[in-house]
C-alpha cells in the first residue's frame, strides 16, 4: 500500500524473483519433462501393444512383445554384439587416449597446434565418419584395404566388411578414430591440473618414469578416468550411425548392436511397439551397467 495516494503497489511474486530458485529451475526441468521423461513413457506404454500386421493398428496387448523378446535369439546377439563392442572400443579408446595425452602433455613449441588438431575428428558427423571408412574399406580402391592385402594380411576375396570375422572390427576402427580424440582431450585436461609437487619430489627421490606413472599419475587420474569411461561408454552402447552406414548390420547379424535392431524393426517392420521394447531393453541395460560400474569403482560426482 502506496503510504502517499493510498494506492496498492503491485509486486512480483517471491517465488518470481532472483532471490527464489525456481524460475532459474524450471526451463531446465520443462525441458527434461518434455523431451526426456516423456518420451520413454511413451515409448512404454507403446511397448504394452500389439501392432496388428495388417490393420497396421496398435491394440492393448501388455504381453505379446515382451514374451517374444524373451525367447528372440537375435535380440540375445545383439547384446552380444553390444558388449563386445562397447568392451572393445572403450579399451583402445582409453589405452589410446592415456597414452597420447602423456605424449602431449607439453609446453613446448608445436604442441599447443598438435592439441587443438585433435578436435578435428570430433566435429565430423558419425554418418560422414561410417562413409569416409566405408571408402576406405572398398575391396578395389580402398587405401586400408589395399595396405592390408599388399601386406599380406588379409586376402582380396574377404573384403573387410563383408566378412563375418572381420565387419565388426572395421566398424570399431572408425569408432576409434573419431572418439579417442575425445578420451586425448578427457585425460589432458586432467593432466594439467595434476599438482606437480609430488613429481617434484619423486624427480628427486629418483623414481623411474615408470614408477612415476603407476605410483603417481595413474591413481591421481583414476576418478577422471572413471568419469571419462563412464560417459563415453554410455555413448558406446547405444552406437547406431556407423553400423548402419558401413554394414547396415551385416554381413547378416554380425555387427548387429541393440539400437541398430531397433532401428530395423521402427524401419523397415514399422513394428513402432517392438522396436519401443527393444530400446526400453537397452535403456535398462545401460542403466544397470552404468551403476553396476559406478558401484564397482565408487565413482563420485
Do not use: C
Amino acid at each position: 500500500m502506496n503510504a502517499a495516494n493510498g494506492k496498492r503497489l503491485w509486486t512480483m511474486p517471491r517465488w518470481l524473483t532472483s532471490e527464489h530458485p525456481l524460475p532459474w529451475v524450471l526451463p531446465a526441468t520443462a525441458t527434461l519433462v518434455v523431451f526426456g521423461l516423456y518420451p520413454i513413457l511413451y515409448a512404454i506404454w507403446l511397448s504394452l501393444h500389439r501392432r496388428h500386421p495388417v490393420t497396421r493398428e496398435n491394440q492393448w496387448n501388455p504381453e505379446w512383445n515382451w514374451s517374444r523378446l524373451i525367447a528372440d535369439e537375435r535380440l540375445w546377439d545383439a547384446i552380444s554384439v553390444t558388449y563386445f563392442y562397447t568392451g572393445v572400443a572403450l579399451a583402445i579408446q582409453l589405452a589410446l587416449g592415456l597414452g597420447i595425452a602423456l605424449l602431449l602433455d607439453s609446453d613446448r613449441k608445436g604442441f599447443g597446434l598438435m592439441r587443438a588438431l585433435l578436435t578435428l575428428p570430433l566435429v565430423v558427423p558419425p554418418a560422414v565418419t561410417g562413409m569416409m571408412f566405408l571408402l576406405m574399406y572398398n575391396a578395389s580402391f580402398g587405401v586400408i584395404s589395399r595396405s592390408l592385402y599388399s601386406l599380406g594380411l588379409l586376402s582380396p576375396d574377404k573384403p573387410i566388411l563383408a566378412t563375418g570375422s572381420t565387419a565388426l572390427w572395421g566398424v570399431i576402427v572408425a569408432d576409434v578414430w573419431q572418439w579417442a580424440p575425445f578420451m586425448v582431450l578427457i585425460m589432458l585436461a586432467g593432466l594439467r591440473a595434476l599438482p606437480r609437487e609430488p613429481f617434484e619430489a619423486a624427480a628427486i627421490d629418483g623414481a623411474s618414469s615408470i614408477q612415476v606413472f603407476f605410483r603417481l599419475t595413474l591413481p591421481m587420474l583414476s576418478k577422471i578416468i572413471a568419469i571419462a569411461v563412464l560417459i563415453r561408454g554410455i555413448d558406446l552402447f547405444r552406437v547406431y550411425d556407423y553400423v548402419k552406414v558401413m554394414t547396415d548390420s551385416g554381413p547378416g547379424t554380425a555387427t548387429e548392436t541393440l539400437t541398430a535392431y531397433a532401428g530395423t524393426i521402427y524401419f523397415k517392420s514399422a513394428n513402432f511397439p517392438m522396436a519401443s521394447a527393444v530400446a526400453i531393453v537397452t535403456l535398462v541395460l545401460v542403466i544397470v551397467t552404468a551403476n553396476m560400474f559406478i558401484a564397482l569403482f565408487r565413482v563420485r560426482f
